[in-house]
């Protein structure tokens, strides 16, 4: 009897070679009896061989190979080298007073010392380390009168001092009432133009905002020019070298101020987009005596939503946001605010923003840097009480 043929066994015995064959390592013998390479097996081998993966142990334990390395010890920090203009073209004198503003001033000196010149930060007092990761060339420490001291006729004598001695291309004030008020002392005895409240420097231009925000004035970067808060990042690269050098000997002459101390203001005589403080309320206040009182102990400008104004709780020139006034305040406590966006454009400058409002997912919630989520009518009372306390401690 034939015996019956199974086309599915015959073409299994065909393939069952190439399916048995091992993965890795030496393959099945060539027809002339040689072995045939396995790049793949190869190079697997070689890599386990060399570099094993590391296995990162926590804290106590080791790592194969490393005794009782910990992971700490494989990190390597390595400094980076200062970066040194040994020969600057020019100079951008920075003038400085140990604030946090200094450092996006002298950021914004960057921009313009970075097309071969030197940024050099005249300040009193300083620390040369401070300015080194700052991104300052230079050190040259401001004589005069110390900081804290009212006397704006000899700091303005002092940087004009300086002025004269390193002979800068660019000055840099901040634009903050006191340093404000040097720089355009400065430019009238200079009998220079100052160009204020810069906001951003670019291609070899100065560029501000103009009538109110809707236009933008552009000029080339002149000699004198003061810088907005908060317009220009810090600098983040490499550090400079902030090299010591010695300041020009100045002596103050006659005083015109003979004496100065601080006089206490109504904080509502202040205008909105000149406070650094603010206590606005929104629709969600409905106890205004107690809005008033907590101003008063907080000693806050105050300030509302349009609604608020519209409802004539407040005067209209105390409304903040688009169709109002845009704020640069320093801290903005917005009470029962829910944010609506034309109000939220009017506070995108603002430094801090504290809200209190009892919906968690409100707008103003998700802007503020420190959110109460409760009713105004009871965080207000227990705010007086606490201030109130406070300052009965105290006298």
Same mark, same amino acid.
């Given at each position: ?30 027809? %002339? ?12 081998? /070689?890599?386990?061989? $060399? ?5 990162? @142990? ?20 390595? /400094?980076? %080298? ?22 996006? =001033? ?25 300015? @080194? ?19 704006? %006729? ?19 004030? @901040? !634009? ?6 040097? /720089? ?19 291609? #070899? ?40 050098? !010695?300041?020009?000997?100045? !002596? ?21 987009? $000149? ?8 629709? #969600? ?7 008033? $009182?907590?101003?008063?102990?907080? #000693? ?16 209209? $020139? ?10 640069? @305040? ?24 504290? /809200? ?7 707008? =103003? ?14 965080? =207000? ?13 105290? %006298?």
């Amino acid at each position: 009897m034939r015996e019956r043929r199974d086309p599915r066994a015959e073409r299994a015995a065909k393939l069952l070679p190439a399916k048995a064959r091992p993965r890795y390592g030496l393959t099945a013998a060539r027809p %002339e009896g040689r072995p045939r390479r396995d790049p793949r097996a190869e190079r697997k081998a /070689a890599t386990v061989a $060399e570099s094993p993966r590391l296995r990162i @142990a926590r804290k106590g334990g080791g790592l194969p190979g490393t005794g009782a390395r910990h992971v700490e010890d494989l990190a390597i920090k390595v /400094a980076p %080298e200062p970066r040194i203009i040994a020969d600057p073209a020019f100079h951008v004198l920075v003038i400085a007073g140990a604030r946090e503003i200094d450092r996006q =001033m002298i950021g914004a000196a960057r921009v313009i010392a970075d097309a071969g010149g030197g940024a050099v930060c005249v300040a009193s007092p300083f620390k040369a380390e401070d300015w @080194a990761q700052a991104g300052a060339d230079r050190v040259m420490p401001l004589s005069g009168p110390e900081p804290e001291t009212f006397d704006p %006729e000899a700091r303005a004598g002092a940087v004009l001092a300086a002025i004269a001695s390193l002979k800068p291309a660019h000055v840099l004030f @901040a !634009e903050t009432q006191d340093d404000g008020d040097i /720089a355009r002392r400065v430019a009238a005895r200079l009998g220079e133009r100052l160009f204020a409240r810069v906001e951003d420097i670019r291609e #070899g231009r100065a560029i501000r905002r103009a009538n109110g925000g809707r236009d933008a004035l552009s000029v080339e970067v002149p000699r004198l020019l003061t810088i907005a808060v908060d317009a220009f990042a810090r600098h983040e690269g490499a550090p400079h070298e902030a090299r010591e050098i !010695e300041g020009p000997e100045f !002596e103050a002459g006659q005083k015109g101020i003979v004496a100065a101390k601080a006089v206490p203001v109504d904080p509502d005589t202040v205008a909105l987009a $000149e406070a650094d403080f603010l206590l606005s309320g929104g629709n #969600g206040v409905t106890d205004w005596d107690a809005f008033a $009182e907590l101003a008063g102990l907080l #000693g806050a400008t105050r300030a509302g939503s349009r609604v608020v104004c519209d409802q004539g709780h407040l005067p209209r $020139e105390r409304q903040v946001g688009a169709s109002g006034t845009l704020v640069t @305040a320093g801290c903005y406590f917005a009470l029962g605010i829910s944010g609506a966006p034309q109000h939220l454009q009017g506070i995108q400058k603002v430094g801090r923003v504290v /809200a209190v409002n009892t919906d968690l997912h409100a707008d =103003m919630v998700k802007r503020a840097d420190l959110a109460i989520v409760a009713d105004a009518q009871q965080v =207000m009372p227990a705010l007086i009480r606490l201030l109130t306390s406070k300052r009965r401690g105290a %006298e």
